[in-house]
């Protein structure tokens, strides 16, 4: 039963096709009134062949949104008409049955036309030789079986034949038609699935940056902060000075911080784009250093060969790679760790390195104390370089930790001169 119900119309579509069949049924059903109403009373073979077409004309309503079940209808109505047909032994031309079969015929054709286009393969060839064969067998019979004029017959036969290809063929086009539609539809869900994933993608991966983005910010700006209120809080008791100082650098580092976050949040709001301030960079590395050098570390910088300019990507991910490199040290590293950054300019390669060193007889406690980590700093460090083919080594020395970053430069930025600020070579004392 689910085979002869199954539908190749998509639901969507059902209803209208279900009203434009009905339309058609319903003139169908109009020709068999008229047949019904022009045989003659005696004639119960005749109205029965009629009430049959007049039942088949029905089962067209549903010949496009249920093609099996419509072309069994026709097949059994047809096939007991015929019987009819053969039963009577009389001319057709000359016999009540003729407009019955006349209707019978183009209800046959309409169904065969259906049940190729929207049924398989091989039903259209099994409904193609039922419809030959009870044609060419009215026709047979149309002037009745004792004086059979075969040359009449032949014609008419081969007349019969051409017509019914020729629809079967109109079908077998439709249905071509029609499976070239659906192999369009299908691409272009897949199309449209594999754009949705591509979208999902971007989606992710523009949250997994913001997220190491604010990562880097937060941890950074936070330690600096707790490194200072603690300090502060200590020194207040003796120097109120100290105390100010230090509620300074505190105010300073979390007015940039906060400037950071709504540069980088910026991007996530839904109206018009807005100027969120150049990106961080190379260049920036010295003010981070006098930043740590304001909240009382003991920080150098040192700078090899001759810096260029960077793409906006590539300097971001120098900056933070040092930027998290200084956080750890503030977390882990004792108090009067001595910390050395040095940018390294190759042809090809841009390195970087932060190295501290704990001095004989320094405080073994950490500059900032119970500050909980995720422990995703140097994993961050490492997908940052990853991105641009660079690669980022963390191990411990025999005085300290030593964080080392390379990152291949892109062609062309061989033979550029460093225009802005910290192009010049040596090493900043603290």
Do not use: C
Request: charged letters at 20%; hydrophobic letters at 50%.
């Amino acid at each position: 039963m689910s085979l002869l119900l199954r539908s190749p119309v998509p639901p969507d579509r059902r209803r209208r096709v279900l009203l434009v069949d009905a339309a058609l049924a319903v003139v169908v059903f109009g020709l068999a009134g008229g047949a019904v109403i022009s045989v003659p009373a005696a004639e119960g073979s005749h109205r029965a062949a009629t009430v049959l077409a007049l039942i088949a004309g029905a089962a067209l309503a549903i010949r496009r949104v249920y093609p099996l079940l419509s072309g069994l209808v026709v097949a059994a109505t047809g096939l007991v008409t015929l019987g009819l047909v053969l039963a009577d032994g009389r001319p057709l031309f000359t016999g009540g049955l003729a407009p019955a079969v006349q209707l019978f015929g183009v209800v046959s054709l309409m169904s065969l036309y259906a049940l190729t286009a929207y049924a398989g393969a091989a039903v259209s060839r099994a409904a193609l030789a039922l419809v030959l064969v009870a044609s060419l067998a009215v026709v047979v019979v149309w002037e009745g079986r004792e004086h059979i004029d075969w040359r009449a017959t032949l014609f008419g036969a081969a007349v019969v034949v051409v017509l019914i290809v020729g629809v079967w063929s109109m079908g077998r086009v439709r249905r071509s038609r029609l499976h070239e539609l659906q192999m369009l539809a299908e691409r272009n869900r897949a199309l449209e699935a594999e754009q949705a994933g591509a979208a999902e993608r971007a989606a992710t991966e523009e949250r997994t940056r913001i997220a190491r983005e604010m990562h880097d910010i937060v941890a950074h700006s936070l330690s600096a902060v707790i490194a200072q209120a603690d300090g502060g809080r200590y020194a207040a008791r003796t120097d109120p000075a100290v105390g100010v100082t230090a509620l300074e650098t505190i105010s300073t580092t979390a007015r940039s911080a906060l400037s950071d976050m709504r540069a980088l949040l910026g991007v996530l709001r839904d109206d018009e784009p807005r100027d969120t301030g150049a990106p961080r960079g190379v260049v920036d590395i010295e003010a981070l250093v006098d930043d740590e050098r304001a909240a009382g570390a003991d920080v150098t910088l040192a700078r090899r060969g001759r810096a260029r300019p960077l793409p906006t990507g590539l300097g971001l991910t120098a900056y933070r790679i040092v930027q998290e490199a200084l956080t750890n040290v503030r977390v882990h590293a004792p108090r009067g760790t001595r910390t050395r950054i040095e940018l390294g300019w190759d042809d090809d390669e841009l390195t970087l390195r932060v190295e501290d060193a704990v001095p004989a007889g320094a405080d073994p406690r950490p500059r900032t104390a119970a500050i909980p980590t995720g422990g995703r700093g140097i994993l961050g460090m490492r997908e940052r370089a990853a991105l641009h083919g660079g690669s980022v080594e963390a191990r411990p020395t025999a005085t300290g930790f030593r964080v080392t970053a390379r990152l291949p430069l892109p062609a062309g930025t061989g033979q550029a001169p460093e225009t802005e600020k910290g192009s010049e070579t040596g090493e900043a004392a603290s």
